[in-house]
């Protein structure tokens, strides 16, 4: 068993709700500042990537019925998955390109994208890592998990950013155009970003998903130089 944390931590805001049974961790210095989402289900409850290993987290997920899955959108993502597996003993889903990441962790892996209950699939969305996914929640008008895929910018936009560190910046892109063609308006409303939430100015998502990633100039994008 992996030592926990005895005490909550003073400096650890509890959970915050997001949307009807969704709710945001605070961001994760394991992950680089990763912002973690929990939904609460009837089929099961999903952890999409790692909260801090804190009391507080730890003892919300256990109230909240525990966590089925936990849902890894990518490598940077990580963060303390053992120890959260053997607190909860839930079951880890990464993409097949990134398990090895996880040597001494039982995983389920998929390729292209996995189905997990009647409201909720996985989607590969490679580019940002090459196991880059989102979670694709089909209840409330439409929700996507985006991981680092997409980001708020300075304006609260949801964009892919390149960083130094993008793995593959046209299938990053590839992998926007996919969204578009696999979504409309009316099944993407929202995108819960897994990072640069401080952009969205006390917003807790993204409304008017699809519409504003369609005004995206994808070319434009395509040509962007990585920064130095």
Same mark, same amino acid.
């Given at each position: 068993?992996?030592?926990?944390?005895?005490?909550?931590?003073? *400096?650890?805001?509890?959970?915050?709700?997001?949307?009807? =049974?969704?709710?945001?961790?605070?961001? %994760?210095?394991?992950?680089?500042?990763?912002?973690?989402?929990?939904?609460?289900?009837?089929?099961?409850?999903?952890? @999409?990537?790692?909260?801090?290993?804190?009391?507080? %987290?730890?003892?919300?997920?256990?109230?909240?019925?525990?966590?089925?899955?936990?849902?890894?959108?990518?490598?940077?993502?990580?963060?303390?998955?053992?120890?959260?597996?053997?607190?909860?003993?839930?079951?880890?889903?990464?993409?097949?390109?990134?398990?090895?990441?996880?040597?001494?962790?039982?995983?389920?892996?998929?390729?292209?994208?996995?189905?997990?209950? =009647?409201?909720?699939?996985?989607?590969?969305?490679?580019?940002?890592?090459?196991?880059?996914?989102?979670?694709? /929640? =089909?209840?409330?008008?439409?929700?996507?998990?985006?991981?680092?895929?997409?980001? !708020?910018?300075?304006?609260?936009?949801?964009?892919?950013?390149?960083?130094?560190?993008?793995?593959?910046?046209?299938?990053?892109?590839?992998?926007?155009?996919?969204?578009?063609?696999?979504? *409309?308006?009316?099944?993407?409303?929202? @995108?819960?970003?897994?990072?640069? *939430?401080?952009?969205?100015?006390?917003?807790?998502? @993204?409304?008017?998903? /699809?519409?504003?990633?369609?005004?995206?100039?994808?070319?434009?994008?395509?040509?962007?130089?990585? !920064?130095?």
């Amino acid at each position: 068993m992996c030592p926990l944390p005895q005490q909550p931590s003073l *400096t650890v805001k509890p959970p915050r709700a997001v949307l009807d =049974s969704i709710f945001a961790f605070p961001p %994760n210095r394991d992950t680089l500042g990763g912002t973690s989402y929990f939904i609460v289900g009837n089929e099961g409850n999903i952890l @999409i990537d790692c909260p801090a290993l804190e009391q507080t %987290n730890l003892d919300f997920l256990q109230s909240h019925g525990g966590v089925r899955w936990l849902f890894l959108t990518h490598r940077g993502a990580i963060g303390k998955t053992a120890e959260i597996q053997s607190a909860l003993g839930c079951e880890v889903l990464i993409q097949e390109q990134e398990a090895y990441l996880l040597p001494n962790l039982t995983v389920t892996t998929f390729t292209q994208e996995i189905t997990l209950n =009647s409201t909720t699939q996985i989607i590969w969305t490679p580019g940002h890592s090459p196991g880059s996914s989102c979670l694709c /929640y =089909s209840q409330l008008g439409g929700v996507l998990f985006s991981g680092r895929h997409l980001l !708020p910018n300075l304006q609260g936009e949801p964009v892919p950013l390149r960083t130094a560190k993008t793995f593959h910046w046209p299938r990053q892109i590839k992998s926007l155009q996919l969204i578009l063609e696999r979504f *409309t308006p009316e099944t993407l409303r929202y @995108i819960c970003p897994g990072a640069n *939430t401080g952009f969205l100015r006390g917003q807790r998502l @993204i409304d008017q998903a /699809y519409q504003r990633l369609a005004s995206l100039d994808l070319q434009t994008l395509l040509q962007m130089q990585p !920064p130095l």
